[in-house]
Every structure is written in C-alpha cells, then in structure tokens.
C-alpha cells in the first residue's frame, strides 16, 4: 500500500532519549487521559496533568514539566519527586494546567536522577476557536476499504472517538483525503453517541462527491443541523463510504490509539473493529452558553424515561417545528409536526431498547435518549 506524508504538521512530537549514562528513559508522554488531543476546542478546555511512562530504574528521580503558554515564558506546571522508581511505571506531576486562551501551548517532560539530566520529551497543543483533533497530521500510510475480490470496494466507516467536557454542538466532520482516492467517490460524515457498550447512530452529513482540487487535502463535511452534546458524554465522528469501484483513501497517522479509541466499521459483516492507529478525522464545534438555545422560560420535557412506548414531549415556551424518532442504527421511525405545547406519540408497537427524540427547529437540533422497556 502506498505511503505517503503530509506536510510538516505545526504540531511537535519530538523525542530524545539521551540518558547519560543513566537507565531511565520515558518511553511516552502525556498532558490527557486516556485520550490525549492535539487540537482543543476553546468550549472543551480541562485542566491537563503532565505524566510519563518510564523504564529503567533510578534513585532521588525529579519528573518535571515545564509548560509554554502562547503568550508567555516558560513556567514550571508541575513536578514530583520520587526516592526510588523502577519501570515499566507512570508518573504524574502534582499540579494540574488549564489553558484559558487561544495559541500554541507546549509540555516540556524532564527526568533527572540524582540531579543528572536522564531524558526528555516534548509535546504541543493547540487551542482554536471551534476544531476538535487527535490527529497531528502525520500520515504513515492511507487507509481504504479494501477490494472484495471483484475490482471493487468494500464499504465501510472510520473515525475516532471524543470526549466532550463540557456542552456544545458539532456543527461539522473534517476528513483528510488522500492522493490516491478516486475523483467522484462519495463520502459521508456520521456521528454516532458512545454509551459504554454501543455505538448509537445519531446524525449523518449529506454525501459529498470528491474533487481533483480535494485530493490531498481537508476537507469539511457540514451537519445538516447542529448536533447538541452533553458534557460528559462521548461522541464518535466517522467518514463513511458506499463502496464501488471508486475507493476513498482517508488519512491514518502514526499515532497508535488507546484501545477502543479508533473505530472502523465494516461494511462486510457490520461489525465495529479497533483501529490500530488515530485517524485523520476531526470534529467541528460551536460553543454556545446554553447549547440547545432555549430561551430562559422554555421548557423541555420527555417522560416519562424509561417507558412502555407512550411518550408525552412537552416543549413549552419553545420554537421546535417538528420531532422524529430513530432507532438505535439510525432509522427513522416517526417523524411528527409540533403545533402544541405538548404532544403524545406511540411507541408501543416498537421494539424494547433504546431511541432518540431529535427535536428540530431553524437553526439546531435537540436531542433526548428514551428507554422503550
């Protein structure tokens, strides 16, 4: 398979493992966990705890970690002694860091014994008004969907999970095309919610046919509505692909994802399978205060949750036109007009699992999961 590189990233993942001597050597490093992006959102700001994982062994080991803001000199974030360490172990800094501006920012990670330099690494960030990425562009090697025996190709989808902070709304899916994608091929963004257990359909952007000029370039796929997300919950963003004799090559870095972080479905058995490595599939966000943009005297109620089908969807002192109703794979199952305060659909011939009741007006979508027992 071909491979091929972008363009040098503005992201840093620069390593040296020079240990003088000395046995330590960190073999990662990391300000985010379990999943550690490159690129923040400004409405998905955490506080970040620098940690290392070292082998080797030591005495009196000083783990510092030295952060660079975009608009400042650099400044001890965090440190943690230890009297004796002996890998394969982790180690954390005491304090934590919250970025609170726009700009680049970097984690400088050193390690010392008995006042000797050991070995250090270097990671950056960025904060930007309203992209989410886990990607740092570097592109070993495309990913496609394979042939199925017959000079075409299997369909399929891929993308990475991430984990929303606080509430928002995704407004776009940015996909990286390679070079070798067939001009023509259609390609779709899709967003499915994360439940622990399931991956549950929840949006899917209009299908976008690939042009010469895109080729080797992002490209933005627009919801058809704003997706509204809860803090806490956790979201996958996928590129889909029909399949057929025009492949879609989608860029895959040489990041390696945490297990279950980086997801491909395929289009041959419709099972979900680990992506070894971080694909270049990003989210876009727009933060609002109030995510669904109700007004402060509208109500929105959905009961009663979990239920035997009957639903009564209340949306007082509200502007949403209409409702529809999709099972968990995304299909629609009603779809209803809001001409009152409240209004009462059947459930009752459906089956038992779970359902979202996407509410729907101009400019934004809000979304409820329901029980049907």
């Known amino acids: 398979m071909k491979k091929t ?15 003088y001597g000395q046995t330590l050597t960190i073999e990662s490093a990391t300000y985010d966990s379990p999943i550690e992006y490159s690129i923040y959102p400004l409405s998905q700001l955490t506080a970040l705890t620098p940690c290392v994982d070292i082998s080797g062994s030591g005495t009196n080991v000083l783990l510092e970690a030295i952060y660079t803001a975009p608009a400042g000199s650099p400044q001890t974030s965090s440190s943690l002694t230890e009297p004796t360490v002996s890998g394969p172990m982790q180690l954390c800094g005491q304090d934590s860091f919250t970025p609170t501006e726009l ?10 014994e008995n ?32 042939d199925d025996g ?7 989808e ?3 999970l991430f984990e929303f902070e606080n509430d ?19 390609i779709y963004g899709v ?13 899917q952007t209009a299908d976008h046919t690939i042009t010469a000029n895109e080729l080797g370039t992002w490209i933005t796929l627009p919801m058809s509505i704003p997706t509204s997300v809860s803090a806490g919950s956790e979201f996958l963003a996928a590129a889909g692909h029909y399949g057929g004799p025009d492949a879609i090559f989608i860029g895959e870095d040489q990041l390696t994802a ?17 992506a070894p490595n971080v694909l270049l599939v990003r989210v876009g966000v727009q933060n609002t205060a109030n995510t669904e943009t109700l007004t402060n005297d509208a109500v929105v109620q959905v009961y009663p949750n979990p239920s035997e089908g009957m639903i009564t969807v209340a949306t007082e002192n509200s502007d949403f036109s209409s409702l529809e109703v999709v099972d968990f794979l995304g299909k629609s199952v009603m779809n209803e007009q809001l001409n009152a305060s409240s209004t009462e659909i059947d459930l009752t011939t459906m089956p038992a699992g779970m359902y979202i009741v996407r509410l729907i007006r101009e400019n934004s979508i809000h979304t409820q999961k329901v029980i049907i027992e």
């Open 5 to 19: 590189l972008l363009p040098m990233s503005i992201f840093a993942l620069l390593t040296s493992a020079s240990a």
């Open 103 to 112: 700009g680049m920012y970097s984690f400088d990670f050193n390690l010392s």
């Open 115 to 146: 006042g000797v330099a050991a070995t250090s690494t270097l990671k950056s960030f960025e904060v930007t008004g309203g992209t989410f990425a886990r990607d740092r562009s570097q592109m070993p090697t495309p990913y496609s969907n394979g």
């Open 150 to 156: 017959t000079g075409s190709t299997n369909s399929y």
């Open 158 to 160: 891929a993308g990475n």
């Open 168 to 186: 928002d709304q995704i407004v776009d899916i940015q996909v990286y095309i390679d070079p070798t994608t067939a001009v023509g091929a259609l």
């Open 191 to 203: 967003l499915y919610e994360f439940d622990g257990v399931n991956y549950n359909y929840m949006e």
């Open 258 to 274: 945490p297990a279950g972080t980086a997801k491909l479905l395929s289009g041959i058995d419709n099972t979900w399978y680990d």
